[in-house]
Protein backbone atom coordinates (compact mmCIF):
# COMPACT_ATOMS: atom_id res chain seq x y z
CA UNK A 1 0.00 0.00 0.00
CA UNK A 2 2.61 2.57 0.81
CA UNK A 3 4.60 1.72 -2.36
CA UNK A 4 1.50 2.61 -4.54
CA UNK A 5 0.85 5.64 -2.62
CA UNK A 6 4.43 6.64 -3.55
CA UNK A 7 4.26 5.53 -6.87
CA UNK A 8 1.32 8.02 -7.36
CA UNK A 9 3.24 10.99 -5.58
CA UNK A 10 6.02 10.64 -7.92
CA UNK A 11 3.61 10.17 -10.93
CA UNK A 12 2.22 13.73 -10.10
CA UNK A 13 5.63 15.06 -9.48
CA UNK A 14 6.54 14.16 -13.19
CA UNK A 15 2.98 15.39 -14.75
CA UNK A 16 3.72 18.52 -12.84
CA UNK A 17 7.14 19.25 -13.90
CA UNK A 18 5.83 18.67 -17.19
CA UNK A 19 3.26 21.34 -16.96
CA UNK A 20 5.51 23.74 -16.05
CA UNK A 21 7.95 22.57 -18.87
CA UNK A 22 4.93 23.12 -21.37
CA UNK A 23 3.53 26.39 -19.54
CA UNK A 24 7.84 27.96 -19.78
CA UNK A 25 8.67 27.17 -23.13
CA UNK A 26 6.19 29.39 -24.82
CA UNK A 27 7.20 32.34 -22.70
CA UNK A 28 11.09 31.43 -23.69
CA UNK A 29 9.90 31.07 -27.31
CA UNK A 30 8.34 34.92 -26.89
CA UNK A 31 11.32 36.23 -24.96
CA UNK A 32 13.88 35.18 -27.61
CA UNK A 33 11.90 36.74 -30.70
CA UNK A 34 11.13 39.99 -28.53
CA UNK A 35 14.67 41.27 -29.69
CA UNK A 36 13.61 40.75 -33.20
CA UNK A 37 11.38 43.22 -33.04
CA UNK A 38 12.61 46.08 -35.01
CA UNK A 39 15.04 47.59 -32.70
CA UNK A 40 16.91 48.82 -35.37
CA UNK A 41 14.38 50.13 -37.28
CA UNK A 42 14.00 52.94 -34.32
CA UNK A 43 17.42 53.14 -34.57
CA UNK A 44 17.51 53.56 -38.51
CA UNK A 45 15.67 56.76 -38.26
CA UNK A 46 17.13 58.55 -35.33
CA UNK A 47 20.46 58.06 -37.28
CA UNK A 48 18.66 59.24 -40.63
CA UNK A 49 17.61 62.54 -38.54
CA UNK A 50 21.31 62.90 -37.01
CA UNK A 51 22.85 62.51 -40.69
CA UNK A 52 19.85 65.24 -42.37
CA UNK A 53 21.73 67.70 -43.56
CA UNK A 54 20.97 70.47 -41.20
CA UNK A 55 24.46 71.76 -41.05
CA UNK A 56 25.00 71.28 -44.77
CA UNK A 57 21.99 73.23 -45.85
CA UNK A 58 23.19 76.29 -43.45
CA UNK A 59 26.62 76.10 -45.38
CA UNK A 60 24.58 75.67 -48.98
CA UNK A 61 22.27 78.48 -47.98
CA UNK A 62 25.60 80.30 -46.92
CA UNK A 63 27.64 79.62 -50.50
CA UNK A 64 24.26 80.31 -52.37
CA UNK A 65 23.99 84.10 -50.62
CA UNK A 66 28.03 84.14 -51.99
CA UNK A 67 27.23 83.50 -54.94
CA UNK A 68 24.13 85.43 -55.98
CA UNK A 69 25.04 88.46 -53.84
CA UNK A 70 25.97 91.13 -55.87
CA UNK A 71 28.26 94.42 -54.83
CA UNK A 72 25.98 97.06 -55.03
CA UNK A 73 27.24 100.08 -57.04
CA UNK A 74 26.07 102.92 -56.79
CA UNK A 75 25.23 105.09 -60.18
CA UNK A 76 26.82 108.39 -59.93
CA UNK A 77 23.76 111.27 -60.21
CA UNK A 78 24.98 112.75 -63.60
CA UNK A 79 24.77 108.79 -65.04
CA UNK A 80 21.03 108.11 -64.36
CA UNK A 81 20.27 111.92 -65.02
CA UNK A 82 21.65 111.38 -68.51
CA UNK A 83 20.13 107.54 -68.51
CA UNK A 84 23.30 106.38 -69.81
CA UNK A 85 25.68 104.56 -67.82
CA UNK A 86 29.71 104.47 -67.59
CA UNK A 87 30.37 100.99 -69.05
CA UNK A 88 33.57 101.72 -71.69
CA UNK A 89 30.91 102.02 -74.83
CA UNK A 90 29.71 105.84 -75.91
CA UNK A 91 26.70 105.91 -78.43
CA UNK A 92 25.05 108.29 -80.28
CA UNK A 93 23.35 110.99 -77.65
CA UNK A 94 25.24 109.95 -74.89
CA UNK A 95 26.74 113.05 -74.45
CA UNK A 96 26.20 116.94 -74.75
CA UNK A 97 29.02 117.93 -76.47
CA UNK A 98 31.90 116.24 -78.79
CA UNK A 99 35.01 117.33 -80.54
CA UNK A 100 37.99 115.88 -82.35
CA UNK A 101 42.00 116.66 -80.80
CA UNK A 102 45.06 115.19 -81.93
CA UNK A 103 43.43 112.23 -83.38
CA UNK A 104 41.02 111.64 -80.19
CA UNK A 105 37.35 111.98 -80.18
CA UNK A 106 36.75 113.63 -76.61
CA UNK A 107 32.53 113.52 -75.47
CA UNK A 108 31.57 115.65 -72.34
CA UNK A 109 28.77 116.36 -70.39
CA UNK A 110 27.89 118.09 -67.41
CA UNK A 111 25.92 119.02 -64.69
CA UNK A 112 26.58 121.56 -61.27
CA UNK A 113 28.71 119.45 -59.67
CA UNK A 114 30.04 116.73 -61.97
CA UNK A 115 32.14 116.42 -65.48
CA UNK A 116 31.09 113.15 -67.45
CA UNK A 117 33.68 112.31 -70.37
CA UNK A 118 34.07 109.94 -72.82
CA UNK A 119 37.69 109.17 -75.06
CA UNK A 120 38.21 107.52 -78.08
CA UNK A 121 41.47 106.85 -79.12
CA UNK A 122 42.97 105.76 -82.45
CA UNK A 123 45.19 103.46 -80.97
CA UNK A 124 45.76 100.95 -78.27
CA UNK A 125 48.03 102.37 -75.96
CA UNK A 126 47.32 105.01 -72.90
CA UNK A 127 44.57 108.00 -73.60
CA UNK A 128 44.98 111.39 -71.52
CA UNK A 129 43.26 114.39 -71.12
CA UNK A 130 44.21 117.34 -69.10
CA UNK A 131 42.27 120.23 -67.75
CA UNK A 132 43.31 124.14 -67.73
CA UNK A 133 46.70 124.18 -67.89
CA UNK A 134 48.74 127.19 -67.27
CA UNK A 135 51.84 126.38 -68.99
CA UNK A 136 51.94 123.46 -71.31
CA UNK A 137 50.90 120.57 -68.98
CA UNK A 138 51.85 122.57 -65.44
CA UNK A 139 48.77 123.19 -63.47
CA UNK A 140 46.61 120.87 -65.54
CA UNK A 141 44.57 118.29 -63.99
CA UNK A 142 45.14 114.98 -65.68
CA UNK A 143 43.25 111.75 -66.17
CA UNK A 144 45.14 109.44 -68.27
CA UNK A 145 44.08 105.78 -68.06
CA UNK A 146 44.76 102.21 -70.66
CA UNK A 147 43.31 98.90 -71.07
CA UNK A 148 45.06 95.58 -71.20
CA UNK A 149 43.41 92.52 -71.37
CA UNK A 150 40.27 93.67 -70.44
CA UNK A 151 41.61 95.62 -67.51
CA UNK A 152 41.23 99.12 -67.11
CA UNK A 153 44.02 101.00 -65.06
CA UNK A 154 43.33 105.01 -64.75
CA UNK A 155 44.99 107.74 -63.11
CA UNK A 156 44.02 111.19 -61.30
CA UNK A 157 47.18 113.40 -62.39
CA UNK A 158 48.66 116.84 -62.11
CA UNK A 159 50.66 118.57 -64.06
CA UNK A 160 53.69 119.90 -61.88
CA UNK A 161 55.89 121.06 -64.76
CA UNK A 162 55.39 122.32 -68.29
CA UNK A 163 56.65 118.40 -69.82
CA UNK A 164 55.76 116.49 -66.89
CA UNK A 165 52.35 114.94 -64.98
CA UNK A 166 52.38 112.76 -61.63
CA UNK A 167 49.54 111.26 -59.28
CA UNK A 168 47.95 113.14 -57.48
CA UNK A 169 48.21 111.28 -54.35
CA UNK A 170 52.02 111.13 -55.08
CA UNK A 171 52.45 115.04 -54.10
CA UNK A 172 49.68 114.88 -51.08
CA UNK A 173 46.68 115.16 -53.17
CA UNK A 174 43.80 112.82 -54.03
CA UNK A 175 42.72 110.16 -56.54
CA UNK A 176 38.86 111.95 -57.35
CA UNK A 177 37.78 109.50 -59.70
CA UNK A 178 34.17 109.06 -59.17
CA UNK A 179 33.84 106.75 -61.45
CA UNK A 180 35.73 104.69 -64.75
CA UNK A 181 34.91 101.92 -67.45
CA UNK A 182 37.02 101.42 -70.36
CA UNK A 183 37.22 99.07 -73.68
CA UNK A 184 39.48 98.15 -76.38
CA UNK A 185 39.42 97.19 -79.80
CA UNK A 186 42.26 96.49 -82.00
CA UNK A 187 42.06 100.27 -83.90
CA UNK A 188 40.78 101.84 -80.81
CA UNK A 189 41.08 102.54 -76.81
CA UNK A 190 37.22 103.88 -75.20
CA UNK A 191 37.60 105.12 -71.63
CA UNK A 192 35.03 107.16 -69.84
CA UNK A 193 34.84 108.85 -65.96
CA UNK A 194 33.45 111.02 -64.30
CA UNK A 195 34.88 113.56 -62.21
CA UNK A 196 33.72 116.23 -59.77
CA UNK A 197 33.69 119.96 -61.05
CA UNK A 198 35.15 120.98 -57.68
CA UNK A 199 36.90 117.89 -55.67
CA UNK A 200 38.36 120.40 -53.49
CA UNK A 201 41.42 119.05 -53.95
CA UNK A 202 44.17 121.37 -53.70
CA UNK A 203 45.86 119.80 -56.99
CA UNK A 204 42.17 119.68 -58.58
CA UNK A 205 41.25 123.65 -59.99
CA UNK A 206 37.62 123.96 -59.66
CA UNK A 207 35.33 124.19 -63.33
CA UNK A 208 32.85 126.13 -63.29
CA UNK A 209 29.65 125.70 -65.42
CA UNK A 210 29.38 128.22 -68.29
CA UNK A 211 32.99 128.54 -68.65
CA UNK A 212 35.01 127.84 -71.59
CA UNK A 213 38.96 125.87 -70.48
CA UNK A 214 41.88 124.51 -72.62
CA UNK A 215 41.80 121.18 -72.25
CA UNK A 216 45.48 118.90 -73.62
CA UNK A 217 45.02 115.67 -75.28
CA UNK A 218 47.05 112.85 -75.85
CA UNK A 219 47.22 109.00 -77.10
CA UNK A 220 49.69 106.02 -77.85
CA UNK A 221 49.46 104.22 -80.33
CA UNK A 222 50.98 101.36 -78.81
CA UNK A 223 51.74 101.38 -75.23
CA UNK A 224 49.90 101.39 -71.87
CA UNK A 225 52.80 102.71 -69.66
CA UNK A 226 52.04 106.14 -68.73
CA UNK A 227 55.49 106.93 -68.59
CA UNK A 228 56.11 106.49 -72.40
CA UNK A 229 56.07 109.45 -74.53
CA UNK A 230 52.87 110.14 -76.26
CA UNK A 231 52.52 109.34 -79.82
CA UNK A 232 50.56 112.09 -80.39
CA UNK A 233 49.00 115.47 -78.43
CA UNK A 234 46.82 118.37 -79.07
CA UNK A 235 45.01 121.20 -77.38
CA UNK A 236 41.23 122.19 -78.00
CA UNK A 237 38.65 123.98 -76.14
CA UNK A 238 35.72 122.40 -73.34
CA UNK A 239 32.83 124.44 -72.73
CA UNK A 240 30.63 123.38 -69.81
CA UNK A 241 26.89 124.06 -70.13
CA UNK A 242 25.18 125.95 -67.05
CA UNK A 243 22.90 123.71 -65.65
CA UNK A 244 18.80 124.29 -66.39
Known sequence: MGR???YILIGISVVGALAVLLLITPMLGETEVAPEIPAATDI????SEETEPVVSSEVATTETDEDTTEPIIEEPTIASETGYAIDGTIV???????????GVDVYWTNDEYRLR??????????????FDPDRQMEGANYIIGSMHE???TIRDDYGYEPFAHMEDTMRGGEDNIIAAAGNEWPD??????IIPLDSGDTLDKPLLPGHQYTILVSYHSMFDSFSDRHTRRGSGLMQLDLPE
Open 188 to 193: QTVIEF
Open 44 to 47: EPAL
Open 150 to 152: GVL
Open 117 to 130: VGLVSPGTGFVAIG
Open 4 to 6: TIL
Open 92 to 102: SGEYVHETTIA
